[in-house]
């Protein structure tokens, strides 16, 4: 081997990738470990389904925002999203009035819409992403209100609520929604173009643009996928809640972007993972799971949970 | 189209007359018209509860030919206390208060009392005492709901309560009253309490963890609201346990009321929104009209128990 | 006098030695230079010096007494300075303030008295002969003027020895040249000066000593007197170049490119043409309009006036994608800003530009990815530990040969260079001249452009001398000299 000077270099970084790849895994095993020794309901199949089913929701929002983050944009509008998605999802799922797959592509489209919109208002309108998702977090809200006229969207089909509550083979259907999610999204990121061209953009946007990327229209997509899988997730939370709520998933854009944190996704861009974000949903699903099994007061799970996320962080900074 | 060109043309209309009022010079702008006004702040238009409360201020307000202004604070008190300050400035001739906390939003009693516009607090209370109170009695919802449970449980069982915001006046009070009133009955033991901030979801989530960690264990769910109360219900029919435990909530949100009806939520606790909304109303038109002679300053609209038995009578 | 002796030095990154038993002693009055390839071990062996890292082996001695250094602070109590690559300075506070940063004179009252703080600055820069306005705020300042402001500091700070790091990498000439007179009074002060640098001019000019470094060994230390050029590149490089400026025949062919009374920011009227087969030199001072010229060629800068043609057609050049699929290549000037995806691989930034051509409709091909990777790897020589390794830990050299083969990959038939051997070493300079000339011989066009004008004028066919945005002077290779050209960029 010859002796140049990146070489240590190359080890450092291996030694980090190291520990942002396996010490969040390390942490979470342990985590678990911990909470099935201290609780005994912990540890079965039975839990573990409802813990997946708790954080699919969480789950899809992350998965989202990931593409953002990793793209080198932030979105703060998903809470408003999933609570207007999931109003108009409601709207069209009385039963008897529309098929089902109205209901879906209403609320998939209205995603999409809103999605677009951010992705223009940064790219063209060039206003910082903050910004922009900050202001249609307000205005996805208002519309949520406007829809639904201020009051829960109630009396949704049985067909409607099956997806929120309804499982196949055992597997609860927001978790194989989930999982499908999962499944597509690494391979996006990983073996398509527009994966590779998201991590360029948000390594290094000049560098991209000069290479001859769109990156304007790669930025747009990311924020319609985000916003795409936001109303996903408004659906299944519509159905899981049997009401389309205008008020729901407010401050959900939170803890999607703390999972992804967690998962060790860079908030500056260019890398990131689908599967370290899960690892960070996870934790946090198991962790809500957890303290409330040991009936801890919510004011230590609050003191707790932020511990964890900084910890996380810690961690991630850690060469 | 024709309509909407009428409506645009009566609001310039009525815009140009304002107008040619305050160039008159008159003392008091928002009243020239002749009717009285009266302007309110709500705690939170999100609310599906203050939204009712709300339609029956404005019923009652065309109904007695008043102009009524509503305000959403957006559960900020600050908002709120800038909203009275703005009121009191329009000249408005009564203040309708629907409080977002107890302390913080007293100054805007404090202001609108030193102004001489009455104001009248609806629904909850603020420590600062306002000319009228129309509302409720917070502590009794939670005292109805959990006679409710002592007696399907006969005196003698587990009991899981879901709480509201922490922190906030309805949470604190309902705790109270639980806690004092499960004094009087020792085998009710409680097995666990915890927030689910008034959220469906999140209760469902809480429940699934509760019966995971207590199992057939539970045979009573106190939520402090019907929302919570909704999403533990769905929790307990998707774990099939449901036939075992009783659950009783608060507000009588429609929803709820379906589900009381359909047997499958215990029962719930009826806030009069409408009546709590109507009388607030006249409670200030009152004091527009009799200004320091009114006599009833306090109005307490009681709780209802809402059961399979007498749901008929709350749906429409 | 001996101020600074170093003696056995090694160091080890996780297992891999990166200097090994190096030694060097400077001398006050003395300027010492230090030179090597980039990855020769030169930064580690500073930085060690600057107590950044401890030694594995080996000791430093100031003024003959060994000395451990726990960091910055004990070294710079020892009369150690650095004057960085990248400058460390407080863009928002003014020159007195940064020069006084930590030790602000304080006033009886205890606030920080500014007054005082700028007279003394203003002293310091006096007796350095330098005219920096000690009020402005440092992010108004060239980076030239920084540096000064820099050295003025570690003066303010009783430094005997400087350490200064490739300091004429990013300055003007002129900015250079008060740098060599503060160089000179230092050393007439009794001070010494560690000098890293890449330009041999200016290692000849300003050296007393020269030690050469190679991959993390000490190859020799040689007085200036009586050492030669090729002598020292050969210490440097360990194999005998053949001379280092070498420029083949070349054969000129139609006309490719053609620009007529081009317009765009920085650009004004601008018309040239480039044959195939041929370097077209561009040359000027820095701010004359070159990369600027060269962003809208490519795309990269809005095109306000003029036309474009190539192959004899009008073509429109709205952005870099559009360049790119015309068949222009440009390598930028700044390939941290412009060029590269720091954190991600060699592998992902070699095929980057090129990876619609790479994969298979929307799916990547990640087998034919790492085939095109390895071959461009060894086409070019890129030294990195394997092609996952990110590009933002390789050497200058090696980051600016990714640039250049991802560039290559999209099989442009004109190619733009702005400065592709700036702050590389002279191993990978050779290579790149010589992809300059493979390019030619393939009947490709090539646009130079180059600070270094002994390097541009061995490469050039024809040299076009740009100022205020403008072509002033158009010349033939055998026709231009250095001094034709500096008259032409600088002011009539």
């Known amino acids: ?69 990793i793209s080198g944009g932030i979105d703060l509008s998903l809470g408003s999203v999933v609570a207007f998605t999931g109003v108009v999802a409601a709207l069209f799922a009385h039963p008897g009035e529309y098929p089902l797959i109205i209901a879906l592509g209403m609320a998939i489209l209205a995603g999409l819409a809103i999605g677009g919109v951010n992705g223009l208002a940064v790219t063209r309108g060039k206003v910082a992403p903050f910004i ?49 999610i999962i499944l597509l999204s690494s391979f996006i990121l990983n073996k398509t173009r527009l994966g590779r061209y998201l991590y360029a953009v948000g390594g290094n946007e000049k560098a991209a643009y000069a290479s001859g990327i769109r990156v304007n229209s790669v930025k747009v997509l990311s924020y319609m996928i985000c916003s795409g899988l936001a109303a996903i997730a408004g659906i299944v939370l519509a159905s899981r809640i049997t009401t389309g709520q205008p008020n729901a998933g407010l401050a959900y854009e939170l803890d999607a972007i703390a999972a992804v944190v967690i998962g060790g996704t860079s908030l500056s861009g260019g890398i990131g993972s689908i599967g370290g974000t899960v690892l960070g949903v996870l934790l946090i699903g198991v962790i809500n799971n957890g303290l409330d099994l040991l009936n801890v007061s919510s004011y230590y799970q609050q003191i707790i949970k932020g511990a964890i996320i900084i910890a996380a962080a810690l961690i991630d900074r850690k060469k | 189209m024709k309509l909407f ?6 609001g310039f209309f009525a815009s140009g007359l304002l107008a040619l009022a305050v160039l008159g010079g008159g003392c008091r702008q928002a009243g020239q018209a002749g009717k009285p006004v009266i302007g309110a702040s709500m ?13 029956a201020m404005e019923a009652e307000a065309s109904d007695r030919q008043i102009r009524l202004i509503v305000n959403d604070a957006q559960r900020a008190a600050v908002t709120q206390v800038q909203q009275v300050e703005s009121f009191i400035a329009q000249g408005v001739d009564a203040i309708i208060l629907n409080p977002c906390e107890m302390e913080a939003s007293s100054p805007a009693v404090q202001k609108a009392r030193a102004a001489g516009i009455p104001i009248i607090n609806v629904n909850s209370e603020t420590t600062a005492e306002p000319d009228g109170f129309v509302g409720s009695r917070d502590e009794e919802s939670a005292e109805i709901a959990l006679q409710h449970i002592a007696s399907l449980l006969r005196g003698k069982g587990n009991l899981v309560i879901m709480h509201g915001y922490m922190g906030q006046a309805a949470q604190l009070k309902r705790a109270a009253a639980t806690k004092t009133l499960l004094a009087d009955f020792p085998e009710i033991t409680i097995l666990a309490e915890q927030t689910a901030e008034w959220d469906r979801a999140k209760a469902m989530s809480l429940m699934e963890n509760w019966i995971q960690s207590y199992g057939n264990r539970i045979d009573a769910v106190f939520a402090q609201n019907d929302e919570m109360g909704m999403g533990a219900l769905q929790a307990l029919e998707q774990a099939g346990l449901k036939d075992k435990v009783i659950v009783v909530s608060i507000d009588a949100i429609d929803d709820a009321l379906r589900a009381v009806k359909d047997g499958r939520l215990d029962a719930t606790v009826y806030q009069d929104a409408d009546a709590q909304g109507r009388q607030a109303v006249q409670m200030a038109l009152d004091f527009i009209q009799k200004r320091d002679s009114v006599e009833e300053r306090s109005v307490y609209i009681p709780f209802r128990l809402v059961t399979r038995g007498n749901v008929e009578e709350f749906l429409k | 006098m001996e101020l600074l002796r170093a003696e056995n030095i090694s160091k ?91 030790r602000q004179p304080l006033s009886r009252f205890g606030w920080i008295d500014t007054r005082t703080l700028q007279r003394k600055a203003r002293e310091l820069m006096e007796q350095l002969g330098v005219d920096i306005p000690v009020a402005k705020k440092m992010k ?28 004429t990498s990013a300055i003007t000439q002129k900015e250079a040249e008060i740098l060599f007179r503060i160089i000179a009074l230092l050393k007439g002060q009794g001070k010494a000066i560690i000098y890293i640098s890449h330009k041999m001019d200016e290692l ?29 590149i050969s210490m440097i490089v360990g194999r005998d170049l053949d001379k280092l400026y070498q420029k083949q025949k070349t054969f000129p062919g ?50 306000t006036s003029g036309e474009i043609r190539l192959n004899g057609q009008t073509v429109s050049i709205n952005s870099p994608r559009a360049a790119k699929n015309k068949g222009i290549g440009l390598v930028t000037e700044d390939r941290k800003q412009w060029g590269l995806i720091p954190d991600a691989s060699v592998k992902q930034n070699i095929v980057l530009r090129s990876l619609k051509k790479h994969s298979r409709g929307i799916l990547l091909d990640q087998r034919r990815e790492k085939a095109v990777a390895d071959r461009e790897m060894e086409r070019f020589r890129i030294r990195a530990a394997s092609r996952n390794q990110a590009v933002g830990s390789l050497s200058g050299g090696n980051q600016q040969k990714v640039v250049l083969s991802g560039m290559q990959l999209t099989e442009p038939e004109l190619i733009i260079l702005d400065e592709p051997t700036r702050g590389i070493d002279i191993g990978a300079k050779q290579e790149i001249y010589q992809y300059i000339a493979s390019l030619t011989t393939r009947g490709k066009a090539v646009i130079l452009i180059s600070s270094e004008l002994p390097e541009l004028l061995a490469l050039s066919d024809r040299i076009l001398v740009m100022r205020e945005g403008r072509v002033k002077a158009e010349m033939e290779r055998d026709k231009a000299s250095q001094e034709l050209i500096m008259q032409h960029a600088m002011a009539e």
Do not use: W
């Open chain 3, 254 to 303: 139609p006309v490719l490119l053609e620009a007529r009374n081009l317009c765009s920011e920085g650009v004004r009227n601008v018309s040239l043409e480039v044959r195939r087969g041929e370097v077209l030199g561009i040359a000027g001072l820095m701010g004359a309009g070159r990369t600027s010229l060269a962003h809208a060629l490519a795309g990269m800068e809005k095109i």
């Open chain 3, 140 to 167: 108004e300042l060239t980076i030239g003027s920084m540096q000064m402001v820099e050295i003025v500091k570690a003066v303010s700070n009783q430094a005997s020895v400087f350490i200064m790091d490739e300091p």
């Open chain 3, 204 to 232: 000849f000019r300003l050296a007393d000593e020269v030690t050469v470094l190679r991959d993390g060994k000490y190859i020799g230390t040689r007085s200036r007197a009586g050492l030669e050029m090729g002598e020292l």
């Open chain 3, 12 to 102: 080890s990154f996780a297992g891999v030695r990166v200097l090994d038993k190096v030694h060097m002693k400077v001398d006050g009055g003395r300027v010492h230079a230090l030179i090597g390839e980039n990855g020769a071990g030169k930064s580690t062996f500073m930085n060690i010096l600057m107590g950044m890292y401890p030694a594995d082996e080996g000791t430093v001695f100031v003024r003959g007494r060994p000395v451990h250094f726990a960091g910055a602070r004990d070294a710079m109590q020892y009369g150690l300075s650095m004057i960085h690559q990248e400058l460390l300075v407080f863009p928002e506070l003014t020159v007195a303030e940064n020069i006084f940063m930590g």
């Open chain 2, 43 to 55: 705690l939170s238009l999100q609310s599906e509860f203050i939204v009712k409360v709300k339609d």
């Open chain 1, 1 to 69: 081997m010859n002796m140049n000077e990146p070489l240590p270099l190359v080890s450092k970084l291996a030694k980090r990738n190291y520990l942002r790849k396996y010490g969040m895994l390390t942490a979470f095993l342990l985590i678990c470990l911990v909470l099935s020794l201290l609780t005994p309901g912990f540890f079965s199949i039975q839990n573990t389904t409802i813990i997946l089913r708790q954080v699919s929701i969480n789950g899809i929002l992350a998965i989202g925002v990931t593409f953002v983050i």
């Open chain 1, 132 to 180: 922009v998702t900050l202001g249609m977090m307000t205005i996805a809200r208002g519309l949520a209100l406007l829809a639904s006229d201020g009051r829960p969207v109630t009396g949704l089909s049985d067909s409607f609520n099956y997806i929120g509550g309804g499982s196949v083979l055992g597997v609860p259907i927001p978790v194989l929604i989930f999982g499908a």
């Open chain 2, 5 to 10: 060109e009428i409506k645009i043309n009566a």
